[in-house]
T-cell receptor
Framework: EDQVTQSPEALRLQEGESSSLNCSYT??????LFWYRQDPGKGPEFLFT???AGEEKEKERLKATLTKKESFLHITAPKPEDSATYLC?????????????FGKGTLLTVNP | DSGVTQTPKHLITATGQRVTLRCSPR?????VYWYQQSLDQGLQFLIQ???????AKGNILERFSAQQFPDLHSELNLSSLELGDSALYFC????????????FGPGTRLTVL
């Protein structure tokens, strides 16, 4: 069974304090790994898609990386507006089921 | 704004009732996905439609059903509602499916009393 585990469950940072969120996955074959940001009561907002090991993508203070077993979301010099739940999801290859399997998320709080 | 719209935003109903949630995908997207998000289970895939046809099913209860219409909007029907059905229901859309990014709507919050 496909599994996605995110750690830590919650992370509290001071403004400017860089850190990383982890997403480890166990799947039969990876088609893509997706990162989303979700604010309370809102829909997930797309951040990045990674397709192969070694791939990296950046957007403002965020950088996502992918290995064969896990992905990291690096947050550089975070600001309070980066506070949100960050969700990782995988899409497996093969078949016609294009569903995303999500982790439980990491709740990030950035204090001013 | 993802371009995916969902109505209603909030829905409060009683046990045993039936409700319909509506989703309009982004312009040009052919696939629609439904997900349920509860506090203990996280985001769970329910069902996927592609260009009007059911493509895949997840952990969708038999009391739940969905369809995608010729104009590509989709409806999720929930019947014989139970307290445990209270959750956020999200619709997402993508162009084709495999490998495509899924863009999520704002969700419908269902409360069953």
């Amino acid at each position: 069974e496909d599994q996605v585990t995110q750690s830590p469950e919650a992370l509290r940072l001071q403004e400017g304090e860089s850190s990383s969120l982890n997403c480890s996955y166990t799947v039969s074959g990876l088609r893509g790994l997706f990162w989303y940001r979700q604010d309370p009561g809102k829909g997930p907002e797309f951040l990045f898609t990674l397709y192969s090991a070694g791939e990296e993508k950046e957007k403002e203070r965020l950088k996502a990386t992918l290995t064969k077993k896990e992905s990291f979301l690096h947050i550089t010099a975070p600001k309070p507006e980066d506070s949100a739940t960050y969700l990782c999801a995988v899409q497996v290859s093969g078949g016609s089921n294009y569903k995303l399997t999500f982790g439980k998320g990491t709740l990030l709080t950035v204090n001013p | 704004d993802s371009g995916v719209t969902q109505t209603p935003k909030h829905l409060i109903t009683a046990t045993g009732q039936r409700v319909t949630l509506r989703c309009s995908p982004r312009s040009g997207d052919l696939s629609v996905y439904w997900y349920q998000q509860s506090l203990d289970q996280g985001l769970q895939f329910l069902i996927q439609y592609y260009n009007g046809e059911e493509r895949a099913k997840g952990n969708i209860l038999e009391r739940f059903s969905a369809q995608q219409f010729p104009d590509l909007h989709s409806e999720l029907n929930l019947s014989s509602l139970e307290l445990g059905d209270s959750a956020l229901y999200f619709c997402a859309s993508s162009y084709g499916g495999l490998g495509d990014t899924q863009y999520f709507g704002p969700g419908t919050r269902l409360t069953v009393l």
